[in-house]
């Protein structure tokens, strides 16, 4: 059984290979290349080099700012996007009475499109922030802010299915083994659930972080 899963293991990998080269692979590179030349649009691309680097680092006030506030961004939402998912994946493979439908719905905002969820959480924030006489871009925290969480709202869900594969593939006979023994759960967690499910920790912060170093090079770009 484990040479035939090995024999066909590139077959089925080939089609979610294939998916990540062209939705995050190519345009990453491309992003890169496109950092190092100057253009309107990416048909007109003039190769000038690292010009675009030293002109952001010369302009301190601005470029920094605008890396600094990325910076802090991608740490608070890459923190919180997995600690959450990380804690529904958690309740939702307890065995709770409407697992699935739960699943569904923690799931379904990554399927609405950027445009239109900033356009829903806008209306969401603004209608809360209007009772006080200020708006989103009243201030720059409220704009940090509604950004961290719209992107909570969209990218949990995703992840936390990630999660869920993960803490359902733990062999069984390991957490019974853990139970007879007396072990807490608290020592479950971290000495069975966390290690077993680095491999999906590792998928989710690559996949948050590479998306966010997208939003750097689109600084430079």
Same mark, same amino acid.
């Given at each position: 059984?484990?040479n035939?899963?090995k024999?066909w293991?590139p077959v089925f990998?080939l089609?979610t290979?294939i ?11 491309m992003?890169?290349y496109l $950092?190092?030349?100057n253009?309107?649009?990416?048909? %007109?691309a003039q190769?000038?080099?690292?010009a675009?680097?030293?002109r952001?680092f010369? %302009?301190?006030n601005e470029?920094?700012?605008?890396l600094v506030f ?7 939402s890459?923190?919180?996007i997995n600690?959450i998912?990380f ?10 009475t ?8 923690f799931?379904m905002?990554?399927l609405?499109?950027g445009?239109v969820l900033?356009?829903?959480w ?6 809360f922030?209007?009772?006080?006489g200020? $708006?989103?871009t $009243? ?5 940090y802010?509604?950004l961290v ?13 990630i999660?869920i594969?993960g ?10 083994a853990a139970?007879v %023994? ?8 971290f000495?069975?659930t ?5 491999? $999906? ?9 590479s998306y966010?170093?997208l ?7």
């Open positions: 059984m484990e035939t899963v024999r293991f990998a089609p290979l998916a990540f080269m062209i939705a995050f692979l190519v345009p990453f590179c992003g890169l $950092s190092f030349c253009f309107r649009t990416v048909t %007109d190769f000038v080099g690292l675009n680097y030293i952001a010369a %302009d301190n470029f920094l700012s605008s990325t910076v802090k961004f991608v740490v608070v890459v923190i919180t600690v998912a804690l529904l994946a958690l309740m939702l493979t307890r065995g709770v409407g697992t699935n439908i739960f699943r569904t719905v799931f905002p990554n609405i499109g445009i900033g356009y829903i806008q209306l969401i924030i603004n209608g922030l209007y009772r006080y200020y $708006s989103i $009243s201030n720059a925290t409220f704009g802010w509604g969480i719209l992107t909570n709202w969209q990218m949990i869900g995703y992840m936390m299915i999660y594969a803490i359902q593939n733990i062999p069984n006979d390991i957490m019974e139970k %023994d007396g072990a807490s759960p608290a020592r479950v967690l000495n069975i966390i290690p077993s499910v680095m491999p $999906s920790i590792t998928i989710c912060l690559f996949l948050k972080i966010c170093l939003e750097l090079i689109s600084l430079l770009s």
